[in-house]
């Protein structure tokens, strides 16, 4: 399966890597001719969970060289969620008849692909991978991890099966007949444990303490599981069932509620939220794809979500350096939005 990866970052160098290392045919893409460059000196090595690899990479140049060149069975899409909406629509003529657009971002990029692209072209995927990049051409894998994939429209499919075994032959990959689902069950941790944590500049653990992170993040969640429930999803079990117990349209604080956030917390308590590290390094967060989908996504459906449209906005203040990640910010937004 001739195979583009578009994107050699912290995932996209962890997958093209393994996927090198075990012989497949990948050519890689990056966003400039010096990045290219810099790789094939340097080759790809990956270090940590998953076992140490180093390979060569002898196919690699800006993704504007591959544009009138050969066409792949697979694109990997792995940018961040604003280059790939950018990208990704000068990728699929780069498909072969049945080829696959795969993206690979964590929140609405996927979803929104599939819309613009097509389901034919695109599949839907996630990763529960946790790479790092140590600087280009060198990464860590953080956990065992996997990529899970399927089809936007659900259940299984011929090709599904076909990207999983080969994929699976270098990384982890699992199948689910009920993506849609698997996105949002990540998507409402991301727009609440981490969007959060990264505006107070704290982790779950420490914000979750304050009657404030407790209630942002009990009015958060329940616009964004509100909005993920009107939109027909059913989001699937990850670390705990997403339904809290006793919901009724909203979070009803009290014991049994105490034990489900208490399996939150235990998984993602003590993480540095990644969007933290884009405040660190004055980097673009994926804001607009992640508590941002969810402003869009309620708005088409009537839902309100009030709460995320104002955590959007103060991420794009401290984005903007206006503001900077402080807990006192949890109140701010709690006031604007009572
Ligand atoms: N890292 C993880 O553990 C992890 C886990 C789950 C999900 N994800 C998701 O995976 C996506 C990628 O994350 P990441 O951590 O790998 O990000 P990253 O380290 O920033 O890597 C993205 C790479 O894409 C390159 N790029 C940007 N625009 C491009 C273009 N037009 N053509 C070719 N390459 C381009 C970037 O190059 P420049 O440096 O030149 O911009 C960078 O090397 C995100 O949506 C993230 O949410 C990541």
Known sequence: MRTLIVGVGALGGLVAARLLAAGSPVWLATR????????????????????????????????DEYLTGETFDLIVLATKAHD????????????????????????????????RLGNDCVLGGLSNFGATMITPGVYEQRNAGYLLIGEFAGGESERTEHVCRWLGGAVETRVTPNLRGAIWSKLLLNCSVTTIGAIAGRTMREYIASPDGRELFQRTYDEALSVALASGARPERMIVDPVPPTWSGRS????????????????????????????????????????????????????????????????????????????VLLRQILHATR
Do not use: C
């Not at 790939?84 to 609405?108: D, W």
């Open 32 to 63: 400039n001719t010096e990045s290219a460059a810099r790789l094939k000196a340097s080759g790809l090595r990956v270090t940590g969970a998953g076992g140490a690899v180093s390979v060569e990479a002898p196919e690699v140049a800006p993704v």
């Open 84 to 115: 790939a909406i950018e990208v990704a629509p000068k990728l699929s003529p780069l498909l072969r008849r049945g080829g696959t657009l795969l993206p690979i971002q964590n929140g609405g990029v996927p979803q929104t692909l599939a819309e």
């Open 252 to 327: 009803v604080p009290g014991e049994a509620h105490d034990v489900w956030l208490d399996q939150i917390l235990k998984g993602y308590g003590d993480l540095k939220a990644s969007m933290l590290q884009d405040f660190e390094r004055g980097r673009t967060t994926e804001i607009d794809f992640i508590n941002g989908y969810i402003v869009d996504l309620g708005r088409q459906l009537g839902v309100r979500t009030p709460v995320n449209a104002a955590i959007v906005e103060t991420v794009h203040a401290i984005t903007r350096r206006e503001s900077a990640p402080d807990p």
